[in-house]
């Protein structure tokens, strides 16, 4: 019998040695505990060396910071603000499970205590639920599940969504467009990585824009023009909604005139996806041009687009003026060409029938380049013997130009003078025609008698 107490003896004092060694004595594991902060926790905070109540108490004050701060569900084109109060949490049933898990029997006092981490249970609103349903490009049971292992342990990161596998679906490509590449390619692999098996949801606003944050555009807007326009293009070809569309403003060398868009920091494309399924944008490279198509379940409409009413406006002709140039010398300083003025129609069908509805989705004008031409303002030389006819003019009625007169005929205004001058014209005349019936020498006085001038 002694021999079987002091046997007894001997394990109990044995399991108690044992007990010390692995820090399971309770005032060793109450120092551990407070010098740890990697114990057991309750929605990411420790609560290993506290009791029931203080537990409870930590959870309500952290769940209460929590719900001060924004919550935000973003990526996969969303970014959608969640409410706190759209997330019931029970404190009490969390903090029981807890304990039911770190308890030990009294006889297994030998053990190690359990390290558990464990969530805040949680209760998400309908409202939550029914709102990323509404989102038909999210996997709603996988976006769900995110959110909820988020807030579960309070943290305060953005909340990634998780877009639907389209694979798991049969798709039909319901538009595309294609068109060489002879532009500026700077940028464009960053481009068409951001655009490329983008989701859009049905209902959703799709900003090409918003597609190019976090690209250094720098000067590779030739390159964004390129593919929004090849975008515009494709959407055209489908019911898609057009919210804001830019010309350019002058004849592309690519697409159609009206077909073209211009983005910039002020200017964007939008559209809405209209149908109730989702779509896929895919944008890639073929050889030497570049490739735009639209993905989605298959529909019953289909959409193509029409330039018409063109009307081309003719250049005028602009004058410039330089004293650089000779007299009469003209010099071309830029060749016109026309403009443009047409008109961009959508038509949408069913399938099965005849085409149901035409709308008008843009007029554009491309204004002409106007012919410059530049000229001598010098005037040229006036030729010597060269009349200028402003001064062939009858002003005294003689039916000859007054610039062909003598002058003193036309200034000598002194009587004497004509008198002087009339009388010698009579003389001479007189002399003329008598001359021929009187002697040589001879002459009339005034009297009309002879003289002999001989004598």
């Known amino acids: 019998m002694k021999i079987i107490s002091k046997t007894v003896v001997l394990v109990i004092l044995t399991s108690f040695l044992v007990y010390l ?4 004595f309770a005032p060793i594991q109450q120092v551990k505990a407070e010098g740890k902060v990697s114990g ?13 109540e203080e537990i409870i108490s930590l959870l309500n004050s952290k769940i209460l910071e929590w719900k001060k701060n924004p919550i935000l569900l973003t990526g996969n084109n969303t970014d959608i603000p969640l409410d706190s109060e759209w997330f019931t949490f029970d404190v009490d049933s969390s903090v029981e499970q807890y304990i039911n898990q770190v308890s030990k029997a009294w006889y297994a006092f030998w053990e190690s205590e359990p390290t558990v981490h464990l969530p805040i249970q949680v209760e998400m609103n309908p409202e939550l639920i029914a709102m990323i349903e509404k989102n038909s490009h999210l996997d709603t049971e996988a ?6 292992n988020h807030v579960e342990m309070l943290s305060f990161e953005p909340i ?3 877009a639907i596998d389209m694979s798991l679906f049969q798709t039909d490509r319901i538009a595309f467009d294609i068109e060489e590449i002879a532009i500026n390619t700077a940028s464009l692999d960053d481009i068409i990585s951001n655009l490329n098996e983008k989701v859009i949801g049905s209902g959703e606003v799709f900003s090409l824009n918003q597609q190019m944050e976090g690209i250094n555009l720098g000067a590779s807007y030739e390159t964004i023009n390129f593919i929004a326009s090849l975008v515009y293009s494709t959407i055209l070809q489908t019911n898609f909604e057009i919210m804001e569309r830019h010309s350019q403003g002058e004849l592309p060398n690519y697409l159609e005139p009206g ?7 002020l200017k964007d494309l939008k559209f809405i996806n209209t149908n109730n399924s989702p779509a896929i944008l895919k944008v890639s490279i073929k050889d030497t041009s570049l490739l735009v198509e639209i993905y989605s379940i298959p529909i019953e409409t289909e959409s193509k687009y029409q330039v018409r009413e063109q009307q081309e406006i003719l250049p005028r002709t602009i004058y410039r003026y330089s004293s650089e140039l ?5 010099e071309l300083l830029e060749e016109g060409k026309p403009g443009l003025r047409v008109s961009v129609y959508r038509q949408t069908s069913d399938k099965a029938g005849p085409f149901e509805k035409e709308e008008l989705i843009s007029e554009d004008y491309y204004p002409p380049v106007n012919r410059v031409i530049l000229k001598s303002s010098l005037e040229p030389e006036a030729s010597a013997g060269t009349q200028d006819p402003d001064l062939a003019v009858d002003m005294n009625g003689d039916g000859l130009s007054d610039v062909n007169e003598e002058p003193s005929n036309a200034t000598n205004t002194n009587p004497a003078v004509d008198s002087e001058k009339e009388q010698a014209n009579t003389k001479t005349t007189a ?7 009187l002697p040589e020498g001879s002459y009339y006085d005034k009297a009309g008698n002879i003289i002999d001038g001989s004598k």
């Open 326 to 330: 000779d007299p009469n010398k003209e």
């Open 21 to 24: 060694c692995t820090s399971n």
């Open 143 to 148: 976006t769900l599940q995110e959110i909820e």
């Open 40 to 52: 057991s926790s309750i929605g990411g905070h420790q609560v290993e060396s506290l009791n029931r």
């Open 160 to 162: 990634e969504t998780v």
């Open 431 to 437: 002399v003329e025609e008598d001359s021929d019936g």
């Open 259 to 265: 077909i073209e868009a211009d983005i910039n920091n």
